[in-house]
């Protein structure tokens, strides 16, 4: 009986194991898309921490709420969460641990005293516009707004028009994207890949690649190339402005992503399996004794038989489920067209083959190339 039941406890055991090692590259994936998308604020690091603690990944939870308290030193809920409590004005740890900065320190001043000023008088005016012009009905109204948004160039205003704009119609939030292609600095470019990777529209998402490959500083290269690290939809869509952008450092990168390894959960089942046990006694007989006659011989045909009595026990398991994980290399075809519009090339889904060619032209392109991808993205990719 004991025996019978040892291939259905394995058979769950495999089971529980195939789930654990699925979700675990699943979690993986929604955490990277997550921090990729999120702004730098006390309050979206807070949001991370939570989620991050909520799904098991400790570590990372306790990096966003430190994060969170650099960035706002009073914050109640980072404090609580990284084990301080307030004793006479002042917050101090309720257990020595050294591994946070003094209960005191304050983010770093930003190098310019009048940035801040700037972002929130930019921050009403752009909230006027909003109002009186892009909300209005009146004929002409929405291309004067638009006129007064587009002459916006200070670097002070990335995060009100992402923030005002990009909280309205599938409209504004393209005019989101076109005005932050027009200013620079690194955090309009970075507010860009947010609006390429997480906007749901896909207007909106091609707004904001054409709006990266217009611009003539900083592009959002780094966070596309994280995010090919993503789940299969920022992939795609990294991948897909990466093209647009026709940007050659991104190749590397671009190549170790034509296959991915992608957990797929196979179920299988497996025949049942079963025992059985019998308790009392047995009486053989030998009956109906039949002679049998043939040309020169005589023999006997008996029926020969065994009456059981007792009790009989039968155990069976009627339908045994196996699940097991396994790796399949899944192709990206929106990669590859990347990579066909950036090299001009088209070596179809053979990584080697795009590696050789890249080599044999990186000369001509400059050394920068290789480094920015492998460093990122890195240059191993999946086997041809």
Known sequence: MIRSLLPVALALSLASAARAIDYSAQLAREYTDRLLTMDSTPAAHVKLATWCDGVGLAERAK??????????????????ALGYVRRNMKWVRAQDAPSLPAPGATPAAPKDPAFEQRRLALSREIQDISITYLGSMGPGAWKEGVEKILTIRDPAAAEPIARILGSGSVRMRKLACETLGQ??????????VKFVLADEAVDVYKAAVVALEVRVGERGLRQLLNALNGSEKVLKRSAYALGEMHE?????????????????????????AGTQMFFGTILPYVADVEPVVAAGAVGWKPTIGAIPSGVMISAYNSRVIIHRTVIEFVRQPVVREALKKITGQDF???????????????SDRGAAVAPLGSAVGGSSGAAN
């Not at 200013?183 to 860009?192: K, S």
């Not at 179809?348 to 990186?362: P, V, Y």
């Open 63 to 80: 990096t966003h709420w430190q994060e969170a308290l650099l960035r706002d030193a009073d914050n109640k809920e980072a404090r609580k």
């Open 183 to 192: 200013i620079p600095g690194e955090d309009a470019a970075r507010r860009l």
């Open 248 to 272: 050659w450092r991104a190749a590397p990168a671009l190549i170790s992503k034509l296959k991915t390894a992608e957990p797929r959960l196979r179920t299988y089942e497996a025949p049942g």
């Open 348 to 362: 179809e889904f053979n990584s080697q083959a795009w590696r050789n060619w890249l080599r044999h032209h990186e």
